[in-house]
C-alpha cells in the first residue's frame, strides 16, 4: 500500500470555468485570478495532502476558489475546502479541510473554521471568532467578535449571536433567533425559532427553550425544565410554578420518595436537591443584581 506523504503547500486551486464545471489551475497563473475577479494574498497558505498533484487530488481534495473571492494575509486554507463566489476571508484565518463555505460570506481576521464546518450564503462572522468541526451555519446568519460555537452545532437561517457569546456541542438554534452578549448556551440544548437570549444568559446543558420562555432573560439548568424568569420572584419545574418562598417550604416538607409534577413528570429526592442548589443559585444571582425575592 502506497505511503501518502505529509501535507505540503501546493500550487494549485481549482477554479470555475462555466457551466457549474472546474479546473485545476497554478496559484502563479495571475491572469486566470485576474479575469475571475479573485484576488490571493501572496503569504496565503493552501494546502493538499500530496506531495504531487494526481488525478485523484485533482478531482478530490483539491481547494475550490469561485469567482470574487478575496483571500487575506497569512490565512491558510486546508486541502478539501470549496470558497463561494464573491465571498471575502480576512488575515490570519485559518479554515480547515472539507469547509464549505457558500457564495457571499464574509469571514474576518484571525478566525477558525474546524474541519467539515458548513457556512451557507451571506453570513457575516466578525473577527477572532472559533466555529469547531462539523458546525453548520445556516444563511444571512450574523456571528459577532469573539464568539465560540463547539463541535457539531447547527445553527437556522437569520441567526444573530452576539459579541463572546458561547455555544456548546450538539446544540440546535433554530431559524431567527437572537443570542445576546455573552450568554452561554450549554451542549445538546435546543432553542425554538424566533426567540431571543438576552444578555449574559447561561443555559445549561440539554435544555429546550422555546420563544415564550425568555422575555427578561433566563438561567437555565439542563435538568428537563427552565428553572427562573430572570429578576422574577418564580420559579418553573415542569408545569408548576413556584414563588422562591413557596419552593422553600416544598423542599423543607416533602419526605415522600418522589415529588409528583404530572402523572408524566416526576422527580427524585436527588433531583430535587439538584433543582434545589440552582434555584439557592438563582437567589445569590437575584441579590448581587438588586431584584426583589
Known amino acids: 500500500m502506497e505511503n501518502r506523504p505529509h501535507t505540503k503547500d501546493i500550487k494549485k486551486v481549482k477554479l470555475h470555468i462555466g457551466g457549474g464545471k472546474y479546473e485545476a489551475f497554478s496559484l502563479s497563473d495571475k491572469n486566470e485570478f485576474a479575469k475571475r475577479n479573485i484576488i490571493i494574498a501572496d503569504s496565503a497558505i493552501i494546502q493538499d495532502p500530496?506531495?504531487?498533484?494526481?488525478?485523484?487530488?485533482?478531482?478530490?481534495?483539491?481547494?475550490?476558489?469561485?469567482?470574487?473571492?478575496?483571500?487575506?494575509?497569512?490565512?491558510?486554507?486546508?486541502?478539501?475546502?470549496?470558497?463561494?463566489?464573491?465571498?471575502?476571508?480576512?488575515?490570519?484565518?485559518?479554515?480547515?479541510?472539507?469547509?464549505?463555505?457558500?457564495?457571499?460570506?464574509?469571514?474576518?481576521?484571525?478566525?477558525?473554521?474546524?474541519?467539515?464546518?458548513?457556512?451557507?450564503?451571506?453570513?457575516?462572522?466578525?473577527?477572532?471568532?472559533?466555529?469547531?468541526?462539523?458546525?453548520?451555519?445556516?444563511?444571512?446568519?450574523?456571528?459577532?467578535?469573539?464568539?465560540?460555537?463547539?463541535?457539531?452545532?447547527?445553527?437556522?437561517?437569520?441567526?444573530?449571536?452576539?459579541?463572546?457569546?458561547?455555544?456548546?456541542?450538539?446544540?440546535?438554534?433554530?431559524?431567527?433567533?437572537?443570542i445576546g452578549e455573552y450568554a452561554r448556551i450549554g451542549t445538546c440544548a435546543r432553542i425554538q425559532s424566533n426567540t431571543s437570549i438576552k444578555d449574559n444568559t447561561i443555559i445549561g446543558y440539554g435544555a429546550r427553550i422555546t420563544n415564550k420562555d425568555n422575555p427578561k432573560g433566563l438561567l437555565i439548568t439542563g435538568f428537563k425544565a427552565p428553572l427562573s424568569y430572570w429578576g422574577e420572584d418564580k420559579v418553573a419545574i415542569g408545569t408548576k410554578h413556584y414563588t422562591f418562598s413557596e419552593w422553600d417550604?416544598?423542599?423543607?416538607t416533602n419526605t415522600q420518595g418522589y415529588y409528583y409534577n404530572t402523572p408524566q413528570y416526576q422527580i427524585s429526592i436527588s433531583e430535587m436537591k439538584d433543582y434545589d442548589n440552582c434555584i439557592q443559585l438563582i437567589k445569590q444571582f437575584h441579590k448581587l443584581y438588586g431584584f426583589t425575592i
Open 50 to 178: 500530496w506531495h504531487q498533484i494526481t488525478e485523484y487530488t485533482d478531482t478530490v481534495h483539491m481547494v475550490i476558489i469561485d469567482d470574487g473571492v478575496r483571500i487575506g494575509e497569512n490565512t491558510e486554507i486546508k486541502f478539501g475546502a470549496s470558497i463561494g463566489c464573491g465571498s471575502y476571508i480576512g488575515d490570519f484565518v485559518k479554515i480547515g479541510n472539507f469547509v464549505i463555505i457558500e457564495d457571499g460570506v464574509s469571514i474576518d481576521n484571525d478566525t477558525r473554521i474546524g474541519d467539515n464546518a458548513k457556512i451557507r450564503k451571506k453570513s457575516l462572522i466578525d473577527d477572532s471568532v472559533s466555529i469547531a468541526s462539523g458546525v453548520r451555519i445556516g444563511c444571512n446568519t450574523i456571528i459577532k467578535g469573539g464568539v465560540t460555537i463547539h463541535i457539531s452545532t447547527h445553527l437556522g437561517d437569520d441567526v444573530y449571536i452576539g459579541f463572546s457569546a458561547e455555544i456548546g456541542g450538539y446544540t440546535q438554534i433554530e431559524q431567527k433567533v437572537k
Open 249 to 252: 417550604e416544598l423542599i423543607k
